[in-house]
């Protein structure tokens, strides 16, 4: 019986690879779809498409996987890749993904170096206007989202853009080659414009039909000698001197090869492809527009085409350089290009893959100018009303232009504007879209409730997100708006200011970051929200040993991994194999528990990034019975010497050579209250809300327990409990000297 294919695509979220993997998942094949970086739009495209989106992936789980794709973006030593090579997998990147699938279809290959995916979503546009049964897949999404991307049919015709950029174009033979352009680009792939014109020769050689070229661009002339293949061309002569008129033309040779009778308003009900021209805002005053351009030739057409549209405005552009290769390439021909705004700002260069190119930065693109020297921004909320206070009242068009990440900044810069610089309407309209229907967006939200100890202020943003997808976007938004992050787990070993939190809360209460899953060879993978102590029962039915201490510990997995959670004389660390966290850049890393440094209450690498989940491994086999019996006997341990009223835990680490609750039950000091705040009578390292505490009430106990155990013992006590909206330094550096002080370091 011949083996199923199942596919994994490692960087699904690319806009090549999306439809190409839904199209697929249509096709009937069993996709799973896996990219770190997977925003909300596309993760909706996939789903609906039938493929299984992963936030989690581990190596072991590539052996029900037969064929890997990767995106070009995706580095040759990502460890998944790697993996699947050890694994003697089937690895391919997504244009020869296509190309085996083109193989079995007469392949209309829409190519070019400018106006690929604009051109392949106008003849998706017209196959669906005039019913012609045909498959297609689009390097990107349309401005509709109830459109796809792609359509799977039995059809034997498939219309699909070929990608020069990463060799890829090597590996078709199409039936029919529509050629719109070329220019040269790409420099880390070709060094000179003979090399790009060789690739587009070689393909138009293996083409099998018919080739077409705009007539008047002299491609035909350029690229005559075809290997068989009859030579077509199409007049752009009547049309405007632009990519989007030119492109409507060389969409409607292609549909009328395939038999379509095309209307002259064909594209007037056009939806257009998302960053392509895409109208973002609109008054009387003021037009904003993203445009996905990112080569000068690209870029002196928009602006001449926004001139022509928008006579007699202003016209200010956002330019985003894309890559260090190809701004290093370019930087002259794009002074050139956008000396015709009467505005120019420049933001920071987007890197996609590339490490940074002496001569391809930000520096020696502004040093290309010889006048008029643009202004740089941040790529943040300041650099937002930097470009806000240039605004005139004179009409303006504001063009954000580039193929990066700007979309993100425009976003902001649109609902600054909408919502009259009011940060919070500006927040909430930003992530509108960005995130799914499902993650939770609220704003002065009481924490008071979500912490063990009851007490404390409000969130000013706080969100559940429900994804790892929803979590990057929300992420984003607080670099962009400028906002503080704190991540809330269940809420114990934590302190909340009375006046609240003014950032955004993110706390991992949905579904996905519930799960806790049995692996292999004695293992337990939990995402950050499971909670410890169903930890200890998965673990329990499984028959592994060695969780047990956690039982009673009221916490999530992602807070004992920040803090290394104990008890019973046992660590987390102890049972951890890898962690899979957010570093503070926002690098997703998939370490072994050697990598980090953790110690007493404290892992350095996480404290400063974000837990997704670990790999825990079991130090032994053991009975159900047995465990359970343990894990019953550590819960009765802790209810016997630990108060049932709401705390946050022990309140004091432990000081080198004692213990917090020993020092504090020696001298006395149990009872000791501030309000409704009081040191437990069960354990000294307890503060317990007794009904209505402040968090001031508790913050002022803190004091006066640190003051009365060190005048009576000379130890000082630091606090355990994190502080959330204000700093344990900055309350108690006016009052006892730290430990470190004490002793002199």
């Not at 921004?377 to 206070?389: C, H, R």
């Not at 290394?564 to 660390?573: E, K, V």
């Not at 802790?638 to 213990?659: L, T």
């Amino acid at each position: 019986m011949a083996e199923i294919e199942t596919y994994l695509f490692i960087g699904v979220g690319g806009m090549g690879m999306a439809p190409l993997a839904s199209w697929l998942a249509k096709s009937g094949a069993t996709i799973t779809g896996y990219d770190d970086h997977l925003r909300e739009p596309v993760r909706r495209v996939l789903v609906n498409a039938g493929v299984e989106v992963r936030d989690i992936l581990f190596a072991e789980q590539l052996d029900r996987i037969t064929t890997v794709v990767y995106s070009s973006a995706i580095q040759a030593s990502h460890p998944l890749l790697e993996s699947a090579r050890a694994r003697g997998l089937k690895v391919l990147r997504r244009g020869e993904m296509l190309a085996e699938i083109s193989s079995t279809k007469k392949l209309i290959a829409v190519v070019g170096s400018h106006g690929k995916t604009t051109t392949t979503g106008m003849i998706a546009h017209g196959l669906r206007s005039y019913g012609i049964d045909a498959n297609f897949i689009v390097g990107g999404l349309f401005n509709d989202p109830d459109l796809a991307p792609y359509h799977y049919s039995e059809s034997e015709w498939l219309v699909a853009e070929v990608d020069e950029s990463d060799g890829t174009i090597d590996s078709f033979s199409p039936e029919v080659t529509l050629l719109l352009n070329v220019d040269w680009d790409h420099a880390d792939r070709y060094s000179d414009e003979a090399m790009i014109d060789e690739a587009f020769r070689q393909l138009i050689v293996r083409t099998q039909s018919r080739v077409l070229f705009p007539s008047e661009s002299g491609l035909a002339e350029r690229f005559h000698e075809t290997g068989g293949a009859a030579i077509e061309t199409y007049s752009t002569a009547s049309k405007e001197d632009c990519f989007n008129r030119s492109n409507e033309v060389a969409a409607i040779a292609v549909l009328e090869l395939l038999g379509a009778q095309v209307n002259a308003d064909l594209f007037d009900s056009f939806p257009g492809v998302a960053r392509r021209q895409t109208c973002l805002f609109k008054t009387d005053s003021l037009t904003v527009i993203e445009d996905y351009a990112h080569h000068p030739t690209e870029i002196s057409a928009l602006l001449q085409r926004l001139r022509k549209q928008s006579s007699g405005e202003r016209l200010v552009v956002v330019f985003q350089p894309h890559r260090y290769s190809r701004t290093k390439q370019f930087k002259r021909a794009f002074a050139e290009s956008l000396f015709g705004a009467d505005k120019l700002f420049l933001l920071p260069v987007y890197a996609a893959h590339e490490s940074e190119q002496s001569g391809g930065l930000l520096e020696d693109l502004v040093g290309a100018f010889d006048v008029g020297a643009p202004e740089c921004l941040t790529m943040d909320i300041a650099g937002v009303q930097q470009l806000v206070q240039s605004l005139t009242d004179q009409p303006t068009t504001v063009a954000f232009v580039g193929a990066g990440d700007l979309d993100g900044f425009a976003g902001v810069f649109v609902e600054w504007i909408r919502c009259k610089g009011a940060l919070d309407g500006a927040w909430f309209g930003y992530l509108g879209g960005r995130v799914a229907p499902e993650c939770t967006l609220k704003s002065n939200e009481p924490l008071a409730n979500k912490t063990t100890l009851r007490v404390g202020g409000a969130a000013r943003f706080y969100a559940e997100p429900s994804s790892l997808a929803d979590l990057r976007a929300l992420l984003r938004s607080a670099k962009l708006f400028g906002l503080e992050i704190f991540c809330l787990g269940r809420g114990s070993n934590l302190l909340v200011s009375d006046s609240g939190f003014d950032g955004l809360v993110i706390r991992f209460s949905a579904p996905a970051w519930r799960k806790v899953e049995t692996l292999s060879n004695g293992r337990i993978w939990a995402a950050a929200g499971g909670r410890l102590k169903e930890i200890c029962g998965h673990a329990a039915k499984a028959g592994l040993a060695g969780f047990e201490f956690l039982e009673g510990i009221p916490g999530a997995v992602g807070g004992a991994l920040r803090m290394n959670a104990g008890a019973m004389g046992s660590w987390m660390f102890d049972v951890v194999e890898r962690v899979q966290y957010l570093d503070e850049t926002g690098k997703l890393l998939d370490l072994p528990k050697d990598a980090f440094h953790f110690g007493y209450r404290k892992v350095e690498e996480i404290s400063r990034g974000i837990a997704l989940g670990a790999i825990l491994k079991s130090p032994e086999s053991g009975e159900e019975a047995s465990i359970r019996s343990r894990m019953d006997s550590y819960s009765s341990s802790r209810k016997e010497s630990q108060p049932r009223a709401p705390s946050a835990g022990c309140i004091f680490k432990n000081p080198e050579g004692n213990y917090a609750g020993k020092l504090i039950d020696t001298h006395g000091i149990k009872g000791m209250s501030v309000g409704a705040a009081e040191v437990s009578d069960v354990h000294g390292n307890f503060i317990v809300n007794t009904g209505g505490a402040t968090s001031e009430d508790v913050i002022e106990l803190v004091r006066r327990v640190r003051a009365a155990v060190y005048e009576q013992s000379g130890y000082i006590l630091e606090p355990e409990v994190l502080l959330v909206g204000d700093s344990w330094d900055s309350i108690l550096g006016s009052g006892l000297p730290t430990e470190k002080e004490a002793k002199g370091v």
